[in-house]
């Protein structure tokens, strides 16, 4: 697996797809820079997704709020998620 770069979008891909996407304009970037966008990501995501919560549901505090952003969060990476192919 690579971590290929162009512009803002960064991608985890494997190797031959990885070289393909370089010959069309994209770099190759380290891992840690596609890890913090995915984690920026999801910070971004719990926070709308608490935001969502507090506006539809009464406030219960603060821990009760989290949870249900975090359970909204994790359904929409479930929905998002991709099945992966077992065995060869």
Same mark, same amino acid.
Do not use: F, Q
């Given at each position: 697996?690579?971590?290929? /770069? %162009?512009?803002?979008?960064?991608?985890?891909?494997?190797?031959?797809?990885? #070289? /393909?996407? +370089?010959?069309? *304009?994209? =770099?190759?970037?380290? &891992?840690? =820079?596609?890890? !913090?966008?995915?984690? %920026? $990501?999801?910070? !971004?995501?719990?926070?709308? $997704?608490? /935001?969502? +919560?507090?506006?539809?549901?009464?406030? /219960? *505090? %603060? &821990?009760? $709020?989290?949870?249900? #952003?975090? %359970?909204? +969060?994790? !359904? =929409?990476?479930? #929905?998002? #998620?991709?099945?992966?192919?077992? *065995?060869?």
């Amino acid at each position: 697996m690579k971590c290929v /770069k %162009k512009d803002k979008d960064i991608r985890r891909v494997n190797d031959n797809r990885a #070289a /393909k996407l +370089v010959s069309d *304009g994209y =770099t190759y970037c380290p &891992k840690h =820079t596609w890890k !913090e966008t995915l984690e %920026k $990501a999801y910070e !971004e995501d719990v926070v709308l $997704a608490s /935001k969502n +919560v507090n506006k539809n549901k009464k406030s /219960k *505090g %603060k &821990k009760s $709020a989290n949870a249900e #952003a975090k %359970k909204a +969060v994790k !359904e =929409t990476e479930m #929905a998002d #998620a991709v099945p992966v192919p077992v *065995g060869s």
